[in-house]
């Protein structure tokens, strides 16, 4: 990859002064031996340029996202079944940046028919009379996580979402090993939430690209009031944004 190089050029032209003693010896030296000429001087020119770095990423355009709330097989490539109650690919934002980034999320998840996204993870046993039965909600996050420079990005292991997973509505935290959970719905099923990781920077070898790996994850009601269809659709928007990440020192 080529890389634009910023350099400063400091040109100095300097004068040596001297009373009574020899200068060193340089084409630049003067010999100052008279008292009206004490105030020689010399000039600097000083070339300026402003380095900004440049952010070059390559952000997929569009994924899927399937509702399994039965946890059913479901094939997604040839070689590949899961049973997850929300399925949806890891995909990657490739970055040949000259900086490491600051990469912003924010996702915006949309119910159709009779499902619901709610806002926390839920248990039905917990939160309602045993046994009695709650809408088709679906609580769903996003999960991002920095993965390392290679000719091709490396799977992560992620962290599995469930009932239990500790998600305060409308925030985003660090699990322990690295990922970020971006919560996707507010109660009212509207978009909420905006995160921050960051991503190092490319290593000038086209072959070893840095990624961003993110997804997104859920848990579903598998037994509603409601029987879920093919209709109780969920979709989601995810924007990002990309700034280099400012200097500690």
């Known amino acids: 990859m080529k890389t634009k190089r910023i350099v400063s050029l400091l040109m100095a032209a300097a004068m040596t002064l001297s009373v009574g003693v020899s200068a060193y010896a340089t084409s630049t030296d003067v010999n100052i031996t008279t008292s009206d000429k004490l105030s020689t001087g010399g000039t600097v020119k000083v070339t300026g340029e402003t380095t900004v770095g440049v952010v070059k990423v390559t952000v997929p355009t ?8 039965y946890s059913l097989n479901y ?21 040949n940046s000259t900086a490491s980034l600051d990469v912003t999320a924010t996702v915006a998840g949309l119910p159709s028919n009779n499902a619901k996204l709610v806002a926390e993870p839920f248990d039905p046993v917990a939160t309602h ?31 599995a979402i469930d009932k239990d997973t500790d998600i305060t509505a409308g925030d985003f935290a660090d699990d322990g090993n690295g990922y970020f959970h971006a919560l996707v719905v507010s109660a009212r099923g509207t978009a ?24 997104l994850a859920g848990v579903a009601e598998k037994n509603p009031s409601t029987p879920w269809t093919d209709k109780d659709k969920v979709t989601a928007t995810i924007a990002f944004t990309f700034a280099p990440t400012k200097a500690t020192t």
């Open 75 to 95: 094939k997604v490539d040839d070689t590949t079944t899961k049973t997850d109650q929300v399925i949806y690919p890891t995909q990657y934002i490739t970055s």
């Open 62 to 69: 569009a994924g899927k996202l399937v509702v399994n709330p």
């Open 129 to 159: 009379t045993a046994g009695e039965k709650v809408p088709n909600n679906l609580f769903l996050v996003m999960q991002t996580k920095d993965v390392a420079a290679a000719a091709t990005p490396t799977e992560p292991t992620w962290t």
């Open 192 to 215: 909420t939430k905006v995160g921050k990781l960051a991503a190092s920077a490319d290593t000038a070898d086209d072959t070893k690209q840095t990624y961003v790996a993110f997804r």
